[in-house]
């Protein structure tokens, strides 16, 4: 069984045991904090991973990007929006978490069977591609799309700063995700620590351009059931498929499934768009400077 665990105090505030009473205005600004710091640790995340995988990109394949700064700008806008919306339902589950117990979080891992540290894992990422496909699927309705979800899509082709690029109606589908879960499948911190660095990888990486992971993961036995950049770059390229987050398996199971993409084919494409903009660009400084 799951042991309630008692929490020393920490940057949420006291344990429920030793602050018998609080007034509701220090309460309500202790989850407000508690918001704030959340939404400050999100955006943190998202700069230094999005940034990272950016400059690896910029070592890897040189001038993938040029062109796209205006769009840049507007992803990391966008995603710094997200990142607050993030940051108020993960602050005040935190803050509940630490000073009421709430949710199923337990940091005794002895709490609950070793073998479990693994499937909580495998659960949390199975619950959070469910919720993503289907929620993702529905964004893809004309008006959901037209209201919210085109703002990820006007990224053509997206980068490594679109992984949270969001109008904030999805960005708050996406928010409620893993607060939910909290609260109905118990896990440890550190697997909780784990599925969100999974979280953040596949987000960046997914929109980055090019396959950062070994070919076994996205060709072959494994890569039929895995998402990895290939998969969501057909989306972006097709719209009305690959859905998934993480797992093929909503894809394949409802027909929704539409291969992998072929980034050497897709680079070709966006390349021609680009120089079209820097040239236009160009043309409107008087056109004495025309990119190749
Ligand atoms: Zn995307
Ligand atoms: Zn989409």
Known sequence: MLKQVQHDAGMWGDTAASTPYKPPMSIALAIILSAAAMTLIIGVRYLIASGAFALATRAK???????????????????????????????????????????????????????????SVLLYLFAHDT???????????????????????????????????????????????????????PI????????????????????????????FMWRGPVGAWLITASHHQRHHERYGCNYGLYFRFWDRLCGTDDGIGDFTKDRQRSRAPAAARRRGG???????NRAA
Do not use: C
């Open 61 to 119: 394949h040189p001038g993938l990007y040029t062109g796209l700064d205006a769009q840049v700008r507007r992803e990391v806008a966008w995603s710094l929006a997200s990142a607050a919306i993030y940051g108020v339902p993960a602050g005040v589950v935190a803050w509940g978490w630490q000073n009421r117990g709430w949710t199923q979080i337990y940091d005794n891992v002895h709490a609950m069977p070793l073998w479990y540290l693994p499937v």
């Open 131 to 185: 919720w993503f496909y289907w929620t993702h699927r529905w964004m893809h309705r004309p008006r959901p799309f037209k209201l919210a979800h085109a703002v990820h899509h006007a990224s053509r082709p997206p980068t490594a700063w679109a992984a949270m690029a969001f109008h904030p109606i999805e960005a708050l589908t996406g928010a409620v995700a893993i607060p939910l879960l909290v609260f109905l499948i």
């Open 188 to 215: 440890h911190v550190s697997a909780l620590g784990l599925v969100l660095a999974i979280m953040t990888v596949m987000g960046v990486t997914n929109h980055m351009g090019w396959e950062v992971f070994p070919r």
């Open 282 to 288: 160009d043309a409107d400084r008087g056109g004495a």
